[in-house]
């Protein structure tokens, strides 16, 4: 009765979902992906040449000290004829143990806090906010001084005192950014309609701000990695016969004469933060579309 209809055939475009976008934009930042290879090579390399090294970090050579870079130990030998190159990667083990186990920390309770106080607000944010002050009045190196003259000198207590001051700065931003989305209609209708506050910071509020938590985080692990080689160049962190960047940088500094022991640790450690910056910033401009 009724003839065919012929239906148009809309060649409608596929929109890319937001992280496919943001992964979009960054592949196109040659600085920050080139850099984000670079600590991921490094990464490996301090995860698998001490586990793959016929020489053990710690084994001395008497009839070796001192020797320059050659090809039997490429980063030469230190004072003890322990092999640099083997040493480098172990110490830098121990400083990305440390940095990214204190970053996670600092994200977590940084965030949770942060996001807590902005959206209960009143009284409990201003409390939290006077906590955060007074933290914040504590010197860094006199804090780790006074843990380590009560409980010893170790790693985890490396890891601690990292931790425990640096999450500061995070809660600031992500009170900042909860203050500004709580007001938005999404969060409101979630209120209305009588879903706990706990469901809608964790929901609503925290995954809105994962733009922000990912430039920070990629900004947080160079900090970290600052502070534990200032805690071990200053003796403060990790001892002998376990090293790190900042350990190994203090012998070099000792040892002006010998620079191999000074060159290689810096230069690894100076390539690492370079990294993180540049990939930081290619983050913040891939979520930023602006």
């Not at 309770?109 to 607000?121: E, K, R, S, T």
């Not at 009045?137 to 790693?155: D, E, K, Q, R």
Request: aromatic residues 12%; positive net charge; glycine residues 8%.
């Amino acid at each position: 009765m009724f003839g065919k209809i012929n239906t148009l055939n809309l060649d409608i475009p596929k929109t890319k979902g937001f992280w496919l976008s943001v992964f979009a934009r960054l592949s196109r930042n040659k600085l920050a992906m080139t850099s984000g290879l670079i600590i991921v090579i490094l990464t490996l390399m301090c995860i698998f040449v001490p586990m793959v090294s016929s020489v053990a970090f710690d084994k001395t050579d008497w009839g070796q000290i001192m020797q320059t870079p050659s090809g039997q130990h490429w980063f030469g030998t230190d004072s003890l004829g322990r092999d640099l190159f083997v040493r480098c990667f172990i110490g830098g083990r121990i400083t990305f143990e440390i940095a990214f186990a204190a970053a996670f920390v600092v994200l977590l309770v940084g965030i949770f806090y942060g996001a807590i106080a902005g959206y209960v607000g009143g009284k409990l944010d201003t409390i939290m906010m006077r906590v955060v002050d007074v933290l914040y009045g504590i010197p860094f190196l006199f804090f780790c001084i006074l843990l380590i003259t009560l409980f010893g000198n170790s790693m985890a207590l490396s890891f601690v005192a990292i931790a425990a001051i640096s999450w500061l700065d995070m809660s600031r931003i992500v009170r900042g950014q909860t203050l500004s989305i709580k007001h938005k209609e999404f969060v409101e209708a979630a209120m209305i309609s009588g879903v706990s506050n706990l469901k809608i910071i964790t929901r609503h509020v925290i995954p809105n701000l994962l733009g922000v938590v990912i430039v920070y985080a990629a900004l947080t692990v160079p900090n970290m990695i600052v502070m534990s080689a200032v805690l071990s160049f200053f003796g403060l962190g990790v001892t002998e016969p376990m090293t790190s960047w900042g350990l190994l940088i203090s012998d070099g500094a000792q040892n002006m004469q010998a620079w191999w022991l000074l060159l290689f640790p810096a230069g690894l450690m100076i390539i690492t933060l370079l990294s993180f910056a540049f990939l930081a910033n290619g983050l913040r401009d891939a979520l930023d579309p602006r």
